[in-house]
């Protein structure tokens, strides 16, 4: 296979070093620079891995080839992208500032709940996983939390239904006595960062508000201009839910729940102005899936007066992130699908970024809001449509002239929606033609559907003179071959990336690592732009434990799904080979945090284990000031002692 690699590389499929604005003073940088201490994999080699791949079948059934896609994930992409590796080199003084509190005690699943203090017996438990929307404002930061997010992602997206528990977390789904299954409400917060006190916001809120949060999934996103802080998030039962405080003192102004919209993710100001991205709780035809609001009220304790929004822009999809950017206002999109439609590539809203008017003196007005355009999507760089069809679009930032976007890959559910496609006959996964899937089929479906988060850059996007580069990423991507009947991997024009520059310019998706899902958060900090991460590779190797010490795992595919067109038992096989395999890649585990000295620099780590905590598995929120780079972890870890999310200050010496 050496050979193979060395003519790919010789022919010019493998990517050259970017000969465009070459920055010898990094080159000689790197030179002298210590390796990463092996906390990414270092570019392997083909004995790296050899042990590993002799274990498994060459040809796999049918068409498709399991081993060849193993082969690509932790080896040849390596090779083919001309990674040169990452090194970590911090510079900020890490200062953990509060932390989720004990705020349960579990005793076994299904048992009752307890407070505590927590008696001999039962386990100390915090639910409070992410800080999950953050913001500064009058010398505190104020943010909001959503509780044991890893349980709701697992049966809200992927249809797990069967508790779990090790002693990482806890999951007991249906079992729980709460009547709520894993489902707490989040709480609202200030950090007073001039006596380094934190105070709950939840006691500032009347009876009527205070319901409003219990029927909060969590506070999402955070924003903050002329007094007044807004904390906002997805309702349990319908719209999202806005809390409005004091930024001077934290007291209460207001609530309110809008129907019209089901989910926000972030806030920006911009030239004195605040607005923030919305999904619409309705989409039919053609009508919007998404809009940009832009906060037209003022500090009052009058709804009417508080709560003022107009809309300003209207996309396909859900609003996402949002930056000024050359004298516009720059969102990425989540993909959108029509109200009651299935999650499938013929109905969705493809992930994109959209840009709005030029920038007048004072804003963007309701008459803006039909004049956006999507310049680049999904589709752009993703070749196979499924693929597409359940990416979503991560942080976006403007830094040093240039515009950064990232993509996000909730682990597994492309591989659930492609299982679900098969099973409504829109693909067919049945390699061998027996009539069902089994654990080899399945397998290369996992691997065929991975994505790891890609990173992107571009000069003058949606003009004509636009430059779209991938610089973490993939040259090529495996894709859905209806002769295989499953996914296959190939270094030709069919598997290569739609770019018209295809070579990633740094090296590969994830940054080099496989379990780096999302690009999660992007802020410019002290002249550096610092890019966090969702890095799974914990909950990879937790569930890799379980296997080996003869536990059940949870099936890869839904179980209802899976029962349909295959046993469990093969769910169950594929899904403990995937991570077997892909121990071979497995990194130091927790969040990373990337930091981009110039954009004609490549990444250096600043943290590569979770800034400190390996059971931070995100940098979810990022704030800056010209002080300090503020982080909110995300920490679903409900049971480990060091579980549950983090408020850290990092800011040089």
Known sequence: MAGVVGLWVLSGCGAQLPTEETDTAQASESASAS?????LPKVPTEQDVAWELDLYPTAGVGGISPLSLVKFWTYERFIINGDQGIWTRPELKRTLLAKAEV???????????????????????????????????????YFGTVANTLCLVQQGFLGFATPQENPFWVCEFGASQSGTG?????????????????????????????????????????????????????????????????????????????????????WVNVRGALYTGVAYSVVQGNSPGGAVLRWRGRKSTNHEVLFNFDVVGKTDA?????????????????????????????????????RSPRLEQNGLNHRDADDWDKVWDIRDYEPDLL??????????????????????????????VAVGAHAEGVLNLDADGNGSLGWLELLNT???????????????????????????????????????????????????????????????????????????????????LYLGTFDWSQLARVGLQEAIEGMPLPPMTPPSVAAD????????????????????ALPKQGADLFRFEHRNKSAVAESLRGLGNDTNYGVRTLVGDNKALYVGTANPMNLHPDGGWELIQLKKD
């Open 565 to 584: 067109i295959t046993s469990v038992e093969d769910a169950r096989r594929a899904h403990h080979d995937y991570l077997r395999l892909l121990n071979i």
């Open 182 to 266: 894993d489902y707490r409400p989040p709480d609202l917060q200030r950090y007073k960062l001039d006596t380094r006190e934190l105070a709950s916001l939840n006691g500032e809120l009347p009876i009527w508000a205070d319901m409003l949060r219990r029927t909060t999934v969590g506070l999402r996103s955070a924003g903050a201009q002329d007094g007044v802080v807004f904390l906002a998030g997805p309702s349990l039962i319908r719209g999202i839910n806005l809390f409005a405080f004091d930024a001077r003192d934290g007291g209460f102004l207001g609530a309110k729940n809008l129907p019209q919209f089901n989910n926000i993710r972030e």
């Open 35 to 39: 390796a990463m201490d092996a906390d």
């Open 318 to 354: 859900e609003v996402a992130n949002l930056v000024e950017h050359a004298g516009r206002i720059y969102v990425t999109t989540w993909p959108t699908f029509n109200t009651g439609a299935p999650l499938s590539p013929q109905t969705a809203r493809f992930t994109g970024v959209w």
């Open 446 to 528: 996992a691997l065929g559907t991975h994505r790891s988060t890609s990173v992107f850059q571009s000069d003058e996007l949606g003009n004509r003179n636009e430059s779209v580069r991938v610089i973490y990423g993939e040259k090529y991507l495996p894709i859905y071959s209806p002769r295989a009947k499953g996914y296959t991997i190939g270094f030709d024009a069919a598997h290569r990336n739609r770019l018209e520059k295809p070579d990633p310019r740094w090296g590969s998706s994830g940054l080099g690592n496989f379990f780096n899902a999302y690009t999660w958060s992007l802020e410019v900090f002290d002249n550096d």
């Open 103 to 141: 705020d349960e005690c579990f005793s076994a699943i299904g048992g009752p709940i307890n407070q505590p203090p927590c008696l001999l017996g039962t386990k100390p438990k915090r639910n409070q996983a992410y800080v999950w929307g953050l913001a500064k404002a009058d010398r505190s930061l």
């Open 387 to 416: 693929a597409a069809a359940v990416t979503g679009g991560g942080a976006v930032a403007s830094f040093d002239g240039r515009l950064y976007w990232g993509t996000m890959h909730v682990p597994f559910l492309a591989t659930s």
